[in-house]
């Protein structure tokens, strides 16, 4: 990485003369993660929810799949667990799998409770297989769309809790520490600004960082804010070479891209090429319902080889009432481009989806920074290793973001003094000569560049490319202050850009998501170890 340092701080502030608002907890991210752990908070503590745009925008919202957990008499904990070690090729912490697998149950039937509507068979939960599971284990609400219906329950439930306050539009552009303690967070307000938010406990459940390329599952939201500002702040970040690439997305060309369920190929669909010959059976002994990584390089390579800029998933042989039933939200996307699911062949290609690394967290969600607690897919758990197993992310954000909740009032109700800010500034200095940046274009070579040289497979020499460009791109952008959100993601996306291709150089591995073309075998003598980032004051 160059030797310039990154500033602190993106925008300048004074304690002295900014607007300021308090609460004892702060939570960063209204998904999964962020919302449960709002309803964990005891009800004699006051909790404020940011959310950098709607309430109901986050990556939570757009899971179609489901939950995993074991439900049925047929399924055993340990068949989850060793699904999700042999997912994470290696690098998985025993007792976090274990600890949420075990706890994912008892999750399930808290939402349940909270008002989830999940499908059901015969009066019993419905339950389907995804790749990579040995057992069906996926309860799914909708038919496919489990995560617009469990958000929808959450946050009404939150909306009805008096402690809770849910503050949409709001963006967190960094985290307000002294001597290493995390007090708070700086958060830009529309029609309000800039304001300073101080808190005994804060909670980070931000999300990941999709659009860092330009082929990706993620809203717009997603472009990694919350990884940015707390390695800014001093938090340590691992394994960030592990971007989950979803196998199938629907590809139209000029469209904006759809997820197309895991659960697709779950319920029996095939993968075929161009001409119509399934090459999944080729590449792995469980066919198309390997792990991601797998499955994402086979297509990859397929479309290499047919010089086609996508593949298909074929469910014409499957029973078409069972097909509109499971699937009511895919059909809907699909037929506004003249695509029966039931009879045509859906065009297909993979695209980024899930952010394995993140912030480090413990068991209970503790950062190395006291005061700054984090859950769901901004942190690295451990429970992924280096390849997700289907339908695990959910999952997680329940766990964590409960046992995030629980630690965060603990730490808050042992300071019960009266809080107050202290004295803090910062002043950036944007160069005199800069001169106005296309946010818009270079947010898109950016992501272009990613999608390109640090994508499915990588190398070295692309790589490297991509490094220089980005190190470029950084030294006159990282060092402005911008006034726009727009402006705040592109550096939190080089930011994190930065992170993600320096770990991929440092790994001269394949494993998991990780696939070197220069290094095609796992080296477990070697690596099989987590990579932590250089802290900001080593650039």
């Given at each position: 990485?160059?030797?310039?340092?990154?500033?602190?701080?993106?925008v300048?502030?004074?304690t002295r003369?900014?607007?300021?608002?308090?609460?004892?907890?702060?939570?960063i991210g209204?998904?999964?993660?962020?919302?449960r752990?709002?309803?964990?908070?005891p009800p004699e503590?006051?909790?404020?929810v940011?959310?950098?745009d709607?309430?109901a925008?986050?990556?939570?919202?757009?899971?179609?799949?489901?939950?995993?957990?074991v439900?049925?008499?047929?399924?055993?904990f340990e068949?989850?667990i060793?699904?999700?070690?042999?997912a994470?090729?290696?690098?998985?912490?025993?007792?976090?799998?274990?600890?949420?697998?075990?706890?994912?149950?008892?999750?399930?039937?808290?939402?349940?409770?909270f008002g989830v509507?999940?499908?059901?068979?015969n009066?019993?939960l419905?339950?389907?297989?995804?790749?990579?599971?040995?057992?069906?284990?996926?309860v799914?609400?909708l038919?496919?769309?489990?995560?617009h219906?469990v958000?929808r329950a959450?946050?009404?439930?939150?909306?009805?809790?008096p402690?809770?306050v849910?503050?949409?539009?709001?963006?967190?552009i960094?985290?307000?520490?002294?001597?290493e303690?995390c007090?708070?967070?700086?958060a830009?307000?529309?029609?309000?600004g800039?304001i300073l938010?101080?808190?005994?406990?804060?909670i980070l459940?931000?999300?990941g960082c999709?659009m860092?390329?330009?082929?990706?599952?993620?809203?717009?939201?997603a472009?990694?804010?919350?990884?940015?500002?707390?390695w800014?702040?001093?938090?340590?970040l691992?394994?960030?070479?592990?971007?989950q690439?979803?196998?199938t997305v629907?590809y139209?060309?000029g469209?904006s891209?759809s997820?197309?369920?895991?659960?697709?190929?779950g319920e029996g669909?095939?993968?075929?090429?161009?001409n119509?010959?399934?090459?999944?059976?080729?590449?792995?002994?469980?066919?198309e319902l390997?792990?991601r990584?797998?499955?994402?390089?086979?297509?990859?390579?397929?479309?290499e080889?047919?010089q086609?800029?996508?593949?298909?998933l074929?469910?014409?042989?499957l029973?078409?009432?069972?097909?509109?039933?499971r699937?009511?939200g895919i059909?809907?996307?699909?037929?506004?481009?003249?695509?029966?699911?039931?009879?045509?062949?859906?065009?297909v290609?993979?695209?980024?989806?899930?952010?394995i690394?993140?912030?480090?967290?413990?068991?209970?969600?503790?950062t190395?920074?006291p005061?700054?607690?984090?859950?769901?897919?901004v942190?690295?758990?451990?429970?992924?290793?280096?390849?997700?197993?289907a339908?695990?992310?959910l999952?997680e954000?329940?766990?964590?973001g409960?046992n995030?909740?629980?630690?965060?009032?603990n730490y808050a109700?042992?300071?019960?003094?009266?809080?107050?800010?202290?004295?803090?500034?910062?002043?950036?200095?944007?160069p005199?000569?800069?001169?106005?940046?296309?946010?818009?274009?270079?947010?898109n070579s950016?992501?272009s560049?990613m999608?390109r040289?640090?994508?499915?497979?990588?190398?070295?020499k692309?790589?490297l490319e991509?490094q220089?460009?980005?190190?470029?791109w950084?030294?006159y952008?990282?060092?402005?202050?911008?006034?726009?959100?727009?402006?705040?993601e592109?550096q939190?996306?080089?930011?994190?850009?930065r992170?993600m291709?320096?770990a991929?150089?440092?790994?001269?591995?394949?494993r998991g998501?990780?696939?070197?073309?220069?290094?095609?075998?796992?080296?477990?003598?070697?690596?099989k170890?987590?990579?932590r980032s250089?802290?900001?004051?080593d650039?």
């Open positions: 990485m160059s030797n310039f340092q990154a500033n602190r701080y993106l300048s502030f004074n003369t900014d607007l300021h608002q308090f609460t004892d907890v702060l939570i209204a998904g999964i993660a962020g919302i752990a709002a309803l964990e908070i503590l006051s909790v404020l940011l959310n950098k709607k309430l925008e986050s990556n939570s919202s757009y899971a179609q799949g489901g939950i995993a957990g439900l049925s008499a047929e399924d055993r068949n989850h060793e699904d999700t070690h042999i994470g090729a290696g690098l998985c912490d025993f007792d976090t799998v274990e600890m949420v697998v075990r706890e994912a149950p008892s999750q399930i039937s808290d939402l349940i409770r509507k999940f499908d059901l068979e009066g019993e419905a339950l389907t297989r995804e790749g990579g599971h040995s057992h069906r284990r996926i799914h609400a038919g496919d769309s489990t995560g219906e958000m959450l946050l009404q439930k939150a909306k009805q809790s402690n809770i849910l503050q949409g539009e709001t963006i967190t960094d985290f307000l520490t002294h001597e303690n007090l708070g967070a700086i830009w307000r529309k029609g309000v800039r938010i101080w808190a005994k406990a804060i459940a931000s999300g999709g860092i390329y330009r082929e990706t599952t993620n809203p717009p939201v472009t990694g804010d919350g990884m940015a500002a707390a800014r702040a001093g938090a340590i691992q394994d960030m070479e592990f971007m690439f979803h196998p629907l139209v060309a469209s891209r997820l197309i369920s895991e659960a697709v190929r669909g095939y993968l075929r090429d161009v119509g010959v399934r090459f999944m059976l080729d590449a792995d002994p469980r066919a390997a792990p990584d797998i499955v994402s390089r086979a297509i990859f390579k397929t479309m080889r047919t086609h800029p996508n593949v298909y074929d469910l014409s042989h029973d078409p009432k069972l097909v509109l039933q699937f009511p059909a809907k996307a699909c037929s506004a481009f003249g695509i029966d699911i039931t009879k045509d062949r859906i065009p290609r993979p695209g980024a989806h899930y952010m690394g993140g912030v480090h967290v413990d068991l209970r969600g503790h190395n920074l005061g700054l607690f984090a859950a769901g897919e942190t690295s758990s451990g429970l992924h290793g280096a390849n997700r197993l339908s695990n992310s999952i954000g329940l766990v964590y409960t995030c909740a629980r630690e965060a009032s109700l042992s300071n019960r003094q009266d809080f107050h800010a202290i004295p803090l500034k910062n002043q950036i200095h944007t005199a000569e800069s001169e106005i940046l296309d946010v818009a274009d270079l947010t950016l992501r560049l999608t040289n640090m994508g499915i497979v990588r190398d070295r692309r790589m991509a220089r460009d980005v190190e470029f950084s030294k952008v990282l060092a402005r202050e911008f006034q726009s959100r727009a402006g705040w592109l939190n996306l080089l930011t994190v850009a992170l291709i320096h991929a150089l440092t790994r001269e591995e394949s998501t990780h696939y070197r073309a220069d290094f095609p075998e796992t080296n477990d003598r070697n690596w170890t987590h990579l250089p802290p900001r004051t650039l």
